[in-house]
């Protein structure tokens, strides 16, 4: 609570109680927008406008500036003018001074203040233009706030000094935060350049736009304007230089084409699926400036309504289609769309060399219908449907957001709902895998909130509030760009066409399998099992055990390292497997999250369990250094390099930790492998064989509990998992312990501090974070049980 908030709020309450139109600020010493609507009411009131609103609109800009001197002025003697200035500035965070309606020099150092902040030359008088009022009268900050950035904040600094003088353009927020009005600022900024006047310069990405664009393509060398907004708009887009690590994020607003802008470009173009080139063609302008990117460009995928016949099959795989999204289902309505797969479609689809991505979307147009009970049915009814058509485990299915999600209706119905949704897949055995088909922000977040596998991204709606001024999702898969119409005659087929990215879902190519990917995987680990017996009998039971983990691992983990902590490979057997003529399986697709699963991983950290002795609840050895010991290590030589960035230990690890894409050493995928190696470990040691192990964990439902399993086993409590984290970081009890942990940190070249020498305090914060991760993964496995409760299953 400020003080002097809440005396602004009271005085503008006392001093226009009886105005009409007008509704009263809260008197809590807190800003928000209900405080700045009823100054903007008390201006309005001031300027003689009778009918009241809320906004800041041209009538109210154009009365501040029939003011004597262009706007409020060093002689207004309208006090309640000068107070409603004063008051807007104590709730922008200046000091305002006294609200005794005079001028002082306390309010000119604060308007000087916020007109540096803002980018532009201060001027004393008029010390309030009508743009300076719209201003002070919107909740927009012109510091950087948490989460914002200083390059871009001078990106947008630099837009308010250059531009702010034109009609239209209107100062924007200097919070170092890429947003909506940002992107329509930078439009502006293109269309100024081009020489567009202010009638023409609408702020939109249209056809005029475009075509200037294409008259300005970059290389290494160019300089000018035109590199400066090209590198505002690679900023914008949060480029990563380095995929581990988001502290890695390009920086560079600059006026010359230089070599790290080139740099940041191809890393761009990758992450886009555009050709890699290093230049600012003209797609790639497009990319970095609207969710469509280049709608003409080539795509690979597509997705409709539209029953796929053998004719529209040959037509789509002629235009260079290879990925189809289609509808599992669909409701009865007043206007049925006949828009679920038919009968053999599937086997039309894939004779002709495409692959399907399956869809689901019994409504979700408003904002009404998301709820925890809705995606619940939602996930059953498409489980269902999936089930009828044969697709296999581990397949993903997108369900819908078909509408313009605000931040507030994301956190209050759509994260519920796609939670209903994860439970009610995981109510039918958790045989499918949740996307997410909608915006970039609400991709992103139910990423973030429930992971979600991939990102669908409804990018032709570049209108919409949550593509602009959001960079695509770090688990894009498909990006819809374009309607357009494929083929002619019998042949032709109205799609949405995608965007594919190449190492993103790989859709699917047959349905009605014997076996699924998980059986593959099952029999597999078996038949090395028993060419592991084979192999060498005189110890069948444990030598075939290691031997399989040691040939799990043999191409990714076969270092003088590992070596002296689990022991070296038996070449001769990794040769006798590959001679017997088995395949190496390298990825599994993980049969709860969906994401690919590294065998050699899992294979080290097996190696690792079995060879070394087990270890206490709250202590380790050198069994955890293979597995989850090894990965956490190396996620505190990243949290020391990026701390600054963080306010804490555990913030760092609720942000990077186990995270299904993105920045982060230690993602989600590595700490399943190192948790389903712990538990088939104990399989193992508790008299199973590695194959039955994996049969009775992968096929039995084992890994629906694995967190639950593993904490339990490994550490018996939450509090001991954080006692035996720390102690990976800090015992010197274990030779080898200490030998590879010192090896690891040796990597960031001594700019790490030894974790030994960190403040008690900051360790026990950071392994706080490890402790938290593990409780929320549990939490997800609890939320499967009280759905079988609830469905009377167990």
């Known amino acids: 609570m400020d003080a002097w908030v809440l005396k602004s709020q009271q005085w503008v309450n006392a001093t226009y109680a009886g105005v009409s139109g007008y509704v009263a600020a809260p008197e809590n010493g807190v800003t928000g927008w209900k405080t700045m609507y009823a100054l903007t009411r008390a201006l309005q009131h001031e300027l003689g406008i009778t009918s009241l609103s809320d906004t800041f609109g041209p009538t109210t800009l154009a009365r501040v500036g029939a003011l004597p001197g262009g706007g409020v002025s060093q002689q207004t003697t309208n006090q309640n003018l000068v107070n409603i200035v004063k008051a807007a500035c104590w709730c922008k965070g200046y000091a305002g001074g006294d609200l005794d309606g005079r001028v002082t020099q306390q309010l000119n150092d604060a308007l000087y203040d916020m007109q540096s902040n803002i980018g532009i030359t201060p001027i004393y008088d008029p010390m309030v233009t009508p743009k300076l009022f719209k201003a002070l009268l ?97 900023t914008f887009n949060r480029v990563r230089m380095d995929a581990a690590d988001d502290t890695s994020v390009y920086s560079g607003f600059t006026d010359s084409y230089n070599a790290d802008l080139a740099a940041a470009v191809r890393k761009f173009q990758e992450f886009s699926e555009l050709p890699v080139n290093g230049n600012a063609d003209f797609a790639t302008w497009c990319q970095a400036l609207v969710s469509t990117g280049d709608p003409d460009r080539p795509a690979s995928g597509c997705d409709g309504i539209t029953t796929v016949t053998d004719a529209r099959a040959k037509a789509l795989y002629a235009a260079g289609y290879r990925y189809v999204g289609r509808y ?124 979600a596998r991939w990102s669908f991204v409804s990018g032709m709606s570049y209108g919409f509030s949550g593509n602009m001024g959001f960079p695509l999702p ?9 309607t357009l119409t494929v083929g002619s005659g019998s042949g032709a087929i109205q799609v949405d066409k995608d965007i594919h990215r190449s190492s993103g879902d790989k859709a699917v190519g047959s349905v009605n399998q014997a076996s699924s990917p998980l059986d593959k995987y099952v029999a ?12 060498n009998n005189s110890d069948p039971y444990h030598l075939a055990n290691q031997l399989v983990m040691e040939y799990l691992r043999a191409n990714a983990y076969d270092t003088a390292a590992f070596s002296a902590l689990m022991g070296s490979i038996d070449h001769g057997f990794v040769d006798f497997v590959d001679n017997a003529g088995v395949d190496r399986i390298n990825d599994l697709a993980d049969p709860f999250y969906g994401i690919d699963l590294h065998v050699a991983h899992f294979g080290a950290a097996c190696n690792g369990y079995y060879a070394l002795s087990e270890p206490s609840e709250t202590t380790t050895n050198g069994s955890d250094i293979g597995g989850w010991g090894g990965d956490w290590i190396t996620f505190y030589g990243d949290w020391r390099n990026a701390s600054e960035s963080y306010a804490s230990g555990s913030a760092y690890c609720a942000a990077r930790l186990a995270k299904v894409d993105g920045a982060g050493t230690f993602k989600l995928r590595d700490l399943i492998e190192d948790v389903d190696a712990y538990n088939i470990n104990k399989l193992v040691r508790g008299g199973a064989n590695i194959g039955a192990a994996a049969r009775s964990y992968y096929l039995g439902g084992g890994y629906l509990t694995r967190f639950r399993t593993f904490v339990d086993g490994r550490f018996g409590t939450i509090p001991h998992a954080k006692a035996a984290a720390k102690d990976m970081l800090t015992s010197d009890a274990l030779a080898n312990v200490v030998a590879y942990r010192t090896g690891l940190l040796e990597s960031y070249s001594g700019t790490v501090l030894p974790p030994e020498l960190l403040p008690d305090d900051s360790m026990d914060d950071f392994c706080q974070g490890f402790a938290d991760m593990l409780q929320a993964k549990m939490a997800v496995e609890v939320q499967r049980a009280a759905a079988l409760r609830a469905a009377g299953k167990i």
């Open 524 to 535: 597999y680990i078996e038949r090395l099992y028993a060419l592991a017996v084979q192999y």
């Open 138 to 234: 919107s909740m927009d900050a012109y510091v950087v706030v948490s989460g914002g950035t200083a390059d871009i904040n001078l990106i947008q600094r630099t837009m308010n000094a250059g531009y702010g003088g034109r009609r239209d353009f209107y100062y924007i927020p200097c919070d170092g935060i890429f947003s909506r009005d940002v992107q329509r600022a930078l439009y502006l900024a293109i269309q100024f350049e081009l020489g567009m006047t202010d009638d023409q310069a609408t702020g939109n990405f249209g056809p005029a736009t475009q075509a200037g664009l294409k008259a300005h393509p970059l290389s290494p060398g160019s300089t000018g304007v035109w590199v400066k907004i090209f590198s505002a708009a690679i």
């Open 328 to 451: 599992l289902d669909e409701r009865p309505s007043s206007k049925p769309l006949n828009k679920r797969i038919q009968p053999g479609e599937l086997d039309t689809i894939f004779g002709n060399g495409l692959r399907v991505f399956p869809l689901s979307q019994y409504y979700g147009g408003e904002v009404g219908y998301f709820t925890w009970d809705q995606g619940f049915k939602d996930a059953q009814d498409a489980h269902d449907a999936a089930v009828g058509y044969g697709f296999a485990t581990g397949t993903v299915v997108y369900f819908a957001v078909d509408y313009d999600a605000t931040q507030d209706q994301i956190d209050s119905n759509i994260i519920p709902y796609f939670r209903g949704v994860v439970s009610g897949l995981a109510d039918k055995g958790k045989k499918y895998i949740h996307g997410v088909y909608a915006s970039r922000n609400v991709c992103a977040e139910v990423t973030r909130q429930t992971s």
């Open 474 to 482: 770090d688990n894009w898969a498909f990006n819809q760009v374009q």
